[in-house]
């Protein structure tokens, strides 16, 4: 269980779903409180235990098809994840571990297949696989920087009045829609690999930020000049 003190990290069945290097979003999570003093404690909770209710930030990563079905199925029979949320925990949910947050998703021959109804999504096959580069520009509520990152999904998600989309994309497909990802209150969900947080250092603050308070600034020069050098590659005509 979490000390009192320290800022909890809780990651969700990493023996289910961490593709693509997900798993960064944690160390990027961890390094970017310790860089400011704030002490950290990580859980990695596998599939076969249960998730704690007193974390601060979860994260959750994608998958393939079957792993993400059980994941599904495990997170709503253990209930853990509800319960941290309603006591105001944050999480980010990536690809898989997104669409599993909605009402339903679509399963390995494209069958609906139930999710945990943390946000007011549904996921289904979309008519084609989504793969590449993936640049959107943030709901301005928001107030981050424009979003970089990798995808790789054959699921379309609809977005209901009880979320907000995350982002406009402006390369790739994200939800399928002219949309990628979405929010509702401390939940965010995404399209995005990379790890997203490791290319989007600002989406890692607001994370933070909501559990810990006001941050202090850090010099993210060296990182800030590989984002821009890959969005310009990116976007270029
Ligand atoms: N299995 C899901 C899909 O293809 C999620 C894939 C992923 O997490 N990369 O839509």
Redesign the pocket.
Known sequence: MPSDSALSIVWIYPDL?S??GDQGNVLVLEQRARRRGIETETIHVRSADPVPETGDIYLI?????RP?ILAAERLRRDGGLHRAIARGAALLA????Y?IMGST??GEEGQPVGGIGLLDIS?S?GPA?AVGELVAEVDAALGLPTLTGF?????VTHLGPGVRPLSKTVKGVGNGDGFEGCYAGHVVGTYL?GPALARNPALADLLLSWRAGQLTSLDDSPYEALRQERLSTVLQP
């Open positions: 779903l593709t693509y990563g994608g998958g393939e098809d993400q990536v690809c898989a571990g669409q998703f679509g996921s096959r696989r995808e790789n999904h054959m699921g690999h």
